[in-house]
């Protein structure tokens, strides 16, 4: 979820609802906020927000049924996810694979730290910064090519 999301802050009661009742599911259930976390949105290819996975001994399986507190509990209770195809392998946040995207999310997000430190806090014009990005880009492909 991310906390500017509108689809996600309407679902936001339903799913601690659903969290509180985990006990009684004999279930964990989270929640992870891909602002804070670029590297799990990477791992788990989110695309759309939320996202909501059923994880059971390391195999994951995407829900995309209805958000509601009951079809919630009956895909669990009723072992509806039985019936859902997992996650293919190369595609499962635990491959090499969805480490490397994680990888780059994470990157993106130091790239996106240094533009904010250049241009907020040196008070670099936008422009340069990207001309900085851009000359960067250049000499790091030149000397990866050499």
Avoid at 18 to 39: C, M, N, W, Y
Wanted: glycine share 10%; with cysteine; charged share 15%.
């Amino acid at each position: 979820y991310a906390p500017w999301c509108p689809a996600c802050q309407q679902i936001e009661l339903i799913w601690e609802s659903f969290a509180r009742e985990s006990k009684h599911l004999d279930i964990t259930v989270g929640k992870v906020d891909v602002t804070q976390e670029p590297g799990l949105s990477g791992r788990f290819f989110v695309t759309t927000l939320p996202t909501i996975y059923h994880a059971n001994d390391g195999v994951f399986r995407r829900y995309r049924g209805s958000r509601t507190l009951e079809d919630l509990q009956g895909y669990v209770l009723e072992r509806k996810w039985e019936a859902v195809e997992p996650v293919a392998g190369w595609k499962s946040p635990s491959s090499i694979m969805m480490h490397g995207m994680a990888g780059l999310f994470h990157f993106s997000g130091w790239i996106r730290q240094i533009h904010s430190y250049l241009t907020g806090s040196l008070g670099i014009h936008v422009w340069i910064s990207y001309a900085i990005f851009i000359l960067a880009t250049l000499v790091i492909g030149l000397f990866l090519g050499l």
